[in-house]
């Protein structure tokens, strides 16, 4: 069909060249008979179309027009689609490294924990061997030596010695 319309184009090029074609182009009678055609050519591709328009609705088909706006929006919802997926991409990654900053931190909290936990408990026992220093003690009890198993040797009988005079204890010794 192309090929059809572009010989008859070509014809019709060649044709106005001629000086016959111009003498008729100048003949008034030929140009409205001209414009006529075009005007009465636009007006039946129109009503033509019109009849279409009413054939596709009464059959309920897609128009060119209806597909070339859903393809329009189809076009249109992808790119949405592949911004969209941009930006859930970037807060991915966002997402990742907050992630991976609350496992440090939290890793840093424990440690931090661990190194309280350590200097309460250095500071208990300085304070506790401070208090034993306070009473006169330098450093805590020991656990008194297990008793030897060896039977205890037999006491002779002698006469108890007399009672000695007692004395009081002042009560910063009596503990």
Do not use: C, H, W
């Not at 129109?46 to 309920?60: E, F, N, P, R």
């Not at 350590?118 to 450093?139: I, L, P, V």
């Amino acid at each position: 069909m192309t090929q059809l319309k572009d010989a008859v184009f070509q014809g019709v090029g060649k044709l106005m060249q001629s000086d016959q074609a111009m003498k008729l182009l100048q003949n008034e009678a030929v140009m409205k008979a001209i414009t006529k055609a075009f005007t009465v050519s636009t007006e039946a591709r129109t009503m033509v179309d019109q009849q279409v328009a009413g054939m596709v609705k009464s059959l309920k088909l897609v128009t060119r027009d209806e597909l070339k706006a859903l393809r329009r929006n189809v076009e249109r919802l992808e790119r949405e689609v592949g911004d969209t997926q941009r930006r859930l991409d970037d807060v991915q990654a966002v997402a990742n490294e907050a992630v991976e900053a609350a496992r440090i931190a939290a890793r840093a909290a424990d440690q931090a924990r661990l190194k309280a936990e350590d200097a309460a408990k250095s500071a208990t026992r300085s304070m506790a061997q401070s208090a034993y220093g306070a009473f006169g003690k330098t450093e805590p009890a020991a656990e008194p030596a297990p008793a030897a198993e060896k039977p205890a040797p037999k006491a002779e009988k002698t006469e108890k010695p007399a009672p000695a005079a007692t004395t009081r204890k002042s009560p910063a010794k009596s503990k």
